[in-house]
């Protein structure tokens, strides 16, 4: 294990131990207990229904280099998120990147910058959300340190998305400059950019064509809007489970909270963080602990299981194994 795996793990511990401190454990189990599972059934639907979402903005982004069908699209986005909930460092975007690049055989480079364009749309909706969150929803009094979490959590979040989105312009629009730049960069290390090095670079910015126009980009956003609406949603139905009606002010700032914790580096599927941020948003509605505790565990789970299933379903339909892909990826 290397240290950034210790890392991660280190901080999965702190935030499950924020999440189980002072829980009565005996609540707990009856929380779970009393819980009415059979609201579950709509919750997977709604996050597979997600990923189908996903799968055709994908599509939409890779439509200047290919023009791909839905099912190749929605395997790869499966794989992908079953290879976050496993791998260490967000590994599944390169992953899905490499499933659909081998099975279309385009560039994985040019697939990756889609995938990349993707996260930056599913951030800047996201901080979207809280803006309105912050600015036009009257939250619950009390728990500042929480509050004071999310708007610290935000501006570094903007921070990070802003300047990829800087470097992916210079990419797109002053290639030899970003080259120039890069091979400065580089040069105390290494003889330079190499010719593989320029091309995959070159790759990367054909990846970045399907933001082209106006008309792209609100296209893109919409699906986004539909992505997250759906997510806040399924918390929505995921609160029924436990007895919770929650206003759609409580499911955005749980939808938000979650976002913003899956950024803190951890544990392959955000063990800990995950957990820690919906328990604590739930508290901010007077949520009793074990409830809002019980609610974290069986919502990540809905999430976790399901996807982990049917990715490596699917990775098996592809005849691969997580080993072989980090194995050809150098990893």
């Not at 279309?104 to 480079?109: A, H, M, N």
């Not at 901010?284 to 505790?293: C, D, F, M, R, T």
């Amino acid at each position: 294990m290397n240290w950034k795996s210790l890392i991660g793990f280190a901080i999965s511990f702190f935030f499950l131990f924020l999440a189980f401190r002072k829980i009565d454990y005996r609540l707990l189990l009856e929380s779970l207990r009393d819980a009415n599972y059979i609201y579950l059934a709509p919750v997977v639907v709604i996050i597979f229904l997600n990923m189908a979402l996903r799968a055709l903005r994908w599509g939409y982004l890779l439509r200047p280099i290919k023009k791909i069908g839905f099912p190749s699209l929605f395997a790869g986005i499966i794989i992908g998120f079953m290879a976050n909930n496993v791998l260490p460092a967000r590994m599944g975007e390169i992953v899905r990147a490499y499933i659909i690049g081998r099975s279309e055989r385009i560039s994985k480079s040019s697939s990756f910058a889609t995938v990349v364009v993707e996260r930056l749309f599913d951030g800047f909706t996201v901080l979207g959300l809280l803006l309105a969150v912050l600015l036009f929803i009257n939250l619950p009094p009390g728990n500042t340190y929480f509050k004071k979490g999310l708007q610290v959590a935000g501006y570094v979040s903007l921070a990070i998305y802003t300047v990829t989105f800087v470097i992916l312009f210079i990419i797109k629009k002053k290639t030899r400059w970003f080259l120039k730049f890069a091979s400065l960069l580089i040069r105390p290390f290494s003889s330079g950019l190499t010719e593989n090095g320029i091309a995959h670079i070159y790759s990367f910015k054909e990846g970045l064509l399907s933001v082209e126009s106006l008309k792209a980009i609100l296209i893109t956003f919409l699906y986004s809007l539909l992505v997250w609406g759906g997510f806040a949603y399924a918390i929505y139905i995921a609160g029924l489970s436990f007895g919770l009606n929650l206003s759609v002010s409580a499911s955005l700032l749980i939808l938000v909270a979650i976002c913003l914790a899956m950024i803190i580096p951890s544990t392959p599927g955000y063990i800990g963080t995950y957990h820690a941020s919906v328990t604590y948003a739930l508290i901010l509605y007077s949520v009793p602990p074990e409830k809002a505790l019980g609610l974290s565990i069986v919502f990540h789970a809905a999430n976790y299981i399901p996807i982990t299933l049917a990715g490596l379903f699917y990775l098996w339909r592809h005849h691969l194994s997580l080993r072989r892909i980090k194995e050809e990826e150098g990893g």
